[in-house]
């Protein structure tokens, strides 16, 4: 039994062709809002992912009018607080560990992305090797103008693409990046007529899949050690910046306004 195509995912479709492994979001009930489930879900499919010598291409995509809605922020706003703090710790890696088992994946990965791809799921498409964007899509992090701040370890990656201006730019003032400026500051590698992403994406595959597959691991391995030396001790402590913004006054009140469709009023708190 192979279980990265036996499993019965619930949340994810797995799809192969050939050397060429398709992952889709699958939570249309939620916009692909990335809950407990999707998140457990992916990085499952990740880890199974990692080494296997007969895959060398993953592309990763959504719908096929949108990415992700993100973090599944009802969800969060919902649940009860945790009894001790070091569990909370331990329950908001999920985040991170997704991205990570993502980052670790040998084969050459392309995300292809349509409509909108927010917060979560935009930290998820930039740890991809290489992003397609319909001409509609666009990226965006809200959550420094919803009172937290961005992590899954995500800015050293927006860092080595944009640059730290536009990495600044684009995380604090939490404005939509549409496909064109995604281009232009390296978070998009190919821009297509819309519902195209996934042809390109699949041509993408194609590519990498006619290279010889030991150099281009190297090459992969090789070039991501260069971008990322130095982000763990530069970004370790994001998980407990969290923490700390996730039990502010002016992150429930930031929930709470984007739930209820209104203007925050933040106090520093």
């Known amino acids: 039994m192979d279980r990265l195509f036996d499993e019965a995912w619930k949340t994810v479709r797995v799809e192969r062709s050939g050397p060429i492994v398709e992952v889709a979001l699958h939570r249309p ?61 331990e329950a908001i890696m999920r985040g ?12 050459v990965t392309v995300a292809a992305i349509e409509g909108y791809c927010i917060g979560g799921g935009c930290a998820l498409a930039v740890v991809c090797d290489f992003r397609v964007m319909g001409r509609d899509a666009y990226m965006r992090l809200p959550e420094v103008p919803l009172g937290m701040n961005m992590s899954w370890r995500t800015l050293p990656r927006l860092v080595a693409l944009a640059g730290p201006a536009r990495a600044k730019r684009f995380v604090m003032f939490g ?69 700390l913004t996730s039990r502010s006054a002016d992150y429930r009140e930031g929930v709470r306004a984007f739930l209820e469709k209104r203007e925050p009023r933040f106090s520093g708190d």
């Open 96 to 107: 991170p560990d997704l991205c990570q088992a993502w980052a670790e994946i040998e084969p």
């Open 175 to 243: 404005e939509a990046a549409d496909a064109a400026v995604c281009l232009d500051w390296g978070l998009c590698d190919e821009l297509v007529e819309d519902g195209q992403a996934l042809a390109a994406a699949r041509r993408w595959a194609d590519k990498v899949a006619a290279l010889p597959p030991l150099p281009v691991r190297m090459t992969k391995e090789a070039i991501s050690a260069i971008a990322s030396a130095g982000a763990h001790a530069a970004i370790y402590m994001d998980r407990d910046q969290f923490l």
């Open 29 to 89: 009930e939620a916009r692909n809002a990335l809950d407990n489930a999707l998140m457990e879900e992916l990085t499952e499919v990740a880890r199974l992912l990692r080494l296997r010598s007969d895959v060398l291409a993953v592309i990763l995509t959504g719908s096929p009018t949108y990415f992700s809605a993100g973090a599944d922020l009802k969800s969060a706003g919902e649940r009860n607080a945790r009894p001790t703090l070091i569990e909370t710790r």
